[in-house]
């Protein structure tokens, strides 16, 4: 590569004209044939595959999509094509996985689960997707699960948002609201953690600091009318004002 780059480095810029015109030429005239290809995700995967794109990554989004429209024989289809190329995929198994489940075939659900959660890039998913399996099939609380998985990416805020909400959803509200005190100790910024910890709050009747957190989170967002709106209910509720 570096040989590569030292060679292209020497090449005068009239001979780099020559080469990159026609290029960005042909890539522009590419984009424009194959705009009307963003219509749609099926036409855009479909006719990337016939256009010489089909690898294994191209099958497993095909297989998404056909799970999102609930065409479950479809998406194994392209799963199993996805894995005849590539046995390792990690979101092929994820995909598997998800297919598995929503056909209520557990054991097979978490065997694909197994192979998925051996990879970094997809660990996180695949634990969220095995606290759902295990309280779905077998009732099991599923926050400590939650928990692994938030713990894998700890400023990651969706699969904290994801765990907070379990542990609230399942009475430990205090301990929620805990958590993302913490969790805002490291990340303050984000308008929609503050509107949280405001609701977590307000369900424990901690009035002026669900206030405070409402109010955090309208400054940081102007168009958040809903932290705005449960804001001027608690400050009626605190005042003594009905409604």
Known sequence: FIAAAATWQRVSPAW???????WVGWLGLRTWQRQFDWEDQRTFLTRTIQAGGDTARMRVQLANLELSEGKLDRAEEQFAVA???????????????????????????????VKAEAHPAVALTARQIRASLDYRERKIDPVPVLREAADLQPLYWPAR???????????RTAEAAAELRAFLGKQSFRAESWALLGHLLAKLHNLQP??????????LDIRDHESRHRRDILL????????
């Open 16 to 22: 780099t004209a020559l080469v990159l015109v026609p």
């Open 83 to 113: 894995l005849a190329r590539n046995p390792k995929l990690p979101f092929a198994h994820l995909g598997v996985a998800a297919l598995h489940t929503s056909r209520g075939e557990f054991t097979a659900a978490r065997d694909a689960l």
């Open 161 to 171: 948002e994801r765990y907070i909400e379990a542990l609230d959803q399942s009475g």
């Open 210 to 219: 669900a206030i405070d957190s409402f109010e955090e989170a309208m400054r």
């Open 236 to 243: 009626r509720i605190k005042a003594g004002a009905p409604g």
